[in-house]
């Protein structure tokens, strides 16, 4: 299917090129039996952008509800946004949807641009709005007059972040990349297709980019000033591929939290033992995520391609309900690993409980 934007894309595509390994159940974990279907769970970083005829009864099965979250890119026409399509969707779907709004440092030397966005991000509150969005621009992409990259510690963006605090709305943080992004492109890495058919955002290629350690080092010192701002730093915070690095700075900023949309890749790489321990230690902290959405209008389908999308939309989740709860060995996104097993408790927090007490929903 190529309707899907990129984590789908390449879920799927995994999915159906790599050989399952013959299954097999872990020595060091007790088969567990988990009942998903009866877990509720929240999707909290999807960009469904568009209805489709299936979802509802698809999502209904899987005890399940999104956030349909709103990215902010510029191109030569301006700013270029799915707020819009976002809201409409939520209102014709209100029980499976929510809304997140999106920030982007474009026009940030103007001296009313703090203002613009608050009254802008003030009206999609009011819309329904949950959270707002702050994407990689920040750091790797959007500059200022000057020519700087605009980091997310920018003390310009300070109003904003205060307005925030006064409306009790956190932010969802995609900061930074995989640190694959600064490296040159390996096969054998989760994200090495992203980065081929992504190559704009391949750092290794691009020296003027800021390195990975600048923009995290930002990262932390926002989290750090802003110790009233709840944070969701997206992506397991652009560290998943060591749970010892997001570890430290949960330790160290009680008010950041994460989600693991498009990186369970990089999870199923590590030692199975120290995921689950991570799992079990922060389970109040982590919040499931997978980024999964689509990008074309349902009428450009026919139903034939529908069922498809349905069909590789369902099988995807599906996988990642395995790694969460199962104990057998499995693929994901082409890393041989192992179900981690996690408890029924764990999985309530994570799927629900989390993202419920976190968006006051």
Same mark, same amino acid.
């Given at each position: 299917?190529?309707?899907?934007?990129? &984590? !789908?894309?390449?879920?799927?595509?995994? @999915?159906? *090129?790599?050989?399952?390994? #013959?299954?097999?159940?872990?020595?060091?974990?007790? &088969?567990?039996?988990?009942?998903?279907?009866?877990?509720?769970?929240?999707? +909290?970083?999807?960009?469904?952008?568009?209805?489709?005829?299936? @979802?509802?009864?698809?999502?209904?099965?899987?005890?399940?509800? /999104?956030? !349909?979250?709103? +990215?902010?890119?510029?191109?030569?026409?301006?700013?270029?946004?799915?707020?819009?399509?976002?809201?409409?969707?939520?209102?014709?779907?209100?029980?499976?949807?929510?809304?997140?709004?999106?920030?982007?440092?474009?026009?940030?030397?103007?001296?009313?641009?703090?203002?613009?966005?608050?009254? =802008? !991000?003030?009206?999609?509150?009011?819309?329904?709005?949950?959270?707002?969005? +702050?994407?990689?621009?920040?750091?790797?992409?959007?500059?200022?007059?000057?020519?700087?990259?605009?980091?997310?510690?920018?003390?310009?963006?300070?109003?904003?972040?205060?307005?925030?605090?006064?409306?009790?709305?956190?932010?969802?943080?995609?900061?930074?990349?995989?640190?694959?992004?600064?490296?040159?492109?390996?096969?054998?890495?989760?994200?090495?297709?992203?980065?081929?058919?992504?190559?704009?955002?391949?750092?290794?290629?691009?020296?003027?980019?800021?390195?990975? #350690?600048?923009?995290?080092?930002? =990262?932390?010192?926002?989290?750090?000033?802003?110790?009233?701002?709840?944070?969701? *730093?997206?992506?397991?915070?652009?560290?998943?591929?060591?749970?010892?690095?997001? /570890?430290?700075?949960? $330790?160290?900023?009680?008010?950041?939290?994460?989600? @693991?949309?498009?990186?369970?890749?990089?999870?199923? =790489?590590?030692?199975?033992?120290?995921?689950?321990?991570?799992?079990?230690?922060?389970? $109040?902290?982590?919040?499931?995520?997978?980024?999964?959405?689509?990008?074309?209008?349902?009428? #450009?389908?026919? /139903?034939?391609?529908?069922?498809?999308?349905?069909?590789?939309?369902?099988?995807?989740? $599906?996988?990642?309900?395995?790694?969460?709860?199962?104990?057998?060995?499995?693929?994901?996104?082409?890393?041989?690993?192992?179900?981690?097993?996690?408890?029924? #408790?764990?999985?309530?927090?994570?799927?629900?409980?989390?993202?419920?007490?976190? !968006?006051?929903?």
């Amino acid at each position: 299917m190529k309707n899907f934007i990129y &984590p !789908l894309i390449t879920t799927f595509s995994l @999915l159906a *090129c790599t050989p399952q390994s #013959e299954k097999k159940t872990s020595s060091d974990l007790e &088969p567990v039996s988990v009942d998903i279907g009866s877990i509720k769970k929240i999707d +909290v970083h999807a960009h469904y952008r568009y209805s489709r005829p299936y @979802l509802s009864d698809l999502f209904k099965k899987w005890n399940m509800q /999104a956030g !349909l979250v709103d +990215v902010a890119q510029a191109d030569s026409d301006g700013i270029n946004r799915s707020w819009d399509n976002y809201l409409v969707h939520a209102q014709d779907n209100p029980d499976i949807a929510f809304l997140c709004s999106s920030l982007i440092g474009v026009g940030i030397d103007a001296p009313d641009y703090a203002q613009q966005e608050i009254e =802008r !991000l003030g009206r999609e509150i009011d819309s329904g709005a949950k959270m707002v969005k +702050v994407w990689k621009n920040f750091g790797m992409v959007t500059k200022d007059d000057s020519g700087k990259f605009i980091q997310i510690d920018d003390p310009r963006l300070q109003p904003i972040w205060d307005f925030l605090v006064s409306k009790g709305i956190p932010v969802m943080a995609h900061i930074g990349e995989p640190v694959q992004a600064w490296r040159p492109l390996d096969p054998g890495n989760p994200h090495y297709g992203y980065y081929q058919n992504n190559p704009q955002y391949h750092a290794y290629n691009f020296p003027e980019i800021p390195t990975y #350690e600048t923009i995290i080092t930002a =990262r932390d010192n926002w989290i750090e000033s802003n110790p009233d701002l709840k944070i969701l *730093c997206a992506h397991n915070g652009s560290m998943s591929h060591d749970t010892d690095m997001i /570890a430290e700075r949960l $330790d160290k900023f009680p008010n950041m939290y994460v989600e @693991l949309a498009a990186r369970f890749g990089d999870l199923a =790489r590590q030692d199975n033992g120290k995921v689950r321990a991570y799992f079990k230690k922060y389970q $109040d902290r982590i919040m499931f995520g997978s980024d999964y959405g689509n990008s074309r209008p349902e009428d #450009e389908f026919t /139903a034939a391609e529908l069922e498809e999308e349905r069909a590789d939309l369902d099988e995807s989740y $599906d996988v990642l309900w395995k790694y969460l709860s199962g104990a057998d060995s499995m693929v994901v996104r082409r890393q041989k690993t192992l179900g981690l097993g996690l408890s029924t #408790e764990i999985l309530q927090k994570v799927y629900y409980q989390n993202i419920v007490d976190f !968006l006051k929903l």
